[in-house]
Structures are given as C-alpha cells and as structure tokens.
C-alpha cells in the first residue's frame, strides 16, 4: 500500500512535470513584452568611458567620437576631439578639467578645459594605443601599445606634450 502511493505520488509529479514542460515549449509571443525605449546618441562604437564624479561622465570611439554629459547621462553633447580618421580606445580623466584620450596609430590627445578644446600630444609611435592609465598621485600618464610580442609604455609628466618611451616597471 505504501509503495503504490509513493508510485502513485511519483506519478503525478512526473504528469505535472511534463504538462509544465509541454506547456512551456509552445512559441514565446515577445510582442506581449514592452522593451525599453534606447535612444542613440551616436551612430558610432563607444570603446571607453571615463568619470570623475557621479554626474560628469565622457565616452569615446570610432572617428575621434567623444561624447560628455554633464548630468549623469541623461543628455550627451559632442566634443570635437580634432580626429576625424582614427578610433579612440582609451579615455581617463584625472578632474573636472584635464583628460587624455589614446588610440589608433599612436593618436594622444589632452584637454586642460573639460574637452572643449582637444590638443595633439605627440606620442613617439606609430603603434595602436589600446589602453590609457594616469598614476594620479604623480600625474604622470602611461600608455599601451600593440607593437607584436611585447608591450611598449610610454609616459608623460605633468605639463610634458611629448610621450616617452620608457621600459616596465
């Protein structure tokens, strides 16, 4: 009698089991769902962000594109990073007001006004800079490039246009 039961039991979960599972393998209807709404603000890839505080916030990417907002990102203005042919990689920002932005063929290039206006560093190199990190105690900003087997750093101190290579660490 026990026995039946627990078959009896085992039973209907499996019924249960595999009425659920029938029921759920039918077509999903999406049009049921509301999807959020995404405005664009640029048609371009975005390849790095960079913030200072909770409300001031710059993107960069495909043809120089830099976009700031000002208000945690509910509205964004275009900045005219003065590179039209080259992705930008890498975007830091060390305060409200000074930033460097790196990228395809040795691109590097500063603002000292919050990237109204964006200047040329000369870099040294010809290689793709992936990838921008500033040692803020110091100031000093070190940059990644894809030469092939190894990794090449370049850095800049505090006032300097030029970039340096130096060896790691």
Partial sequence: MISDRRLLKSFLVAAVFTAFLFAGCGK???????MPEIKLVTPENLHSISSVD??????????????FSADSGRTWQQQ?????????DSIVFTDIK??????????VIHT?????????????TN??????FLLIRIMA?????????????????????????????
């Fill in 80 to 88: 005219d990073s003065g590179i039209n042919e080259y992705l930008l």
């Fill in 112 to 124: 000292a006004d919050s990237g109204k206006t964006w200047v040329k560093q000369k870099s040294g």
């Fill in 127 to 132: 290689s793709n800079l992936l990838d921008l």
């Fill in 141 to 169: 900003g070190q940059s990644v490039s894809s030469e092939p087997l190894f990794t090449r750093l370049m850095a800049a101190r505090p006032g300097e246009v030029r970039w340096r290579h130096r060896t790691p660490f």
């Fill in 54 to 67: 909770s409300g001031h916030t710059w993107v960069c990417g495909n043809y120089g594109t830099i976009l």
């Fill in 98 to 107: 000074n930033g460097w932005a790196v990228g395809v063929n040795g691109t």
């Fill in 28 to 34: 999903f209807d999406r049009s049921s769902i509301k």
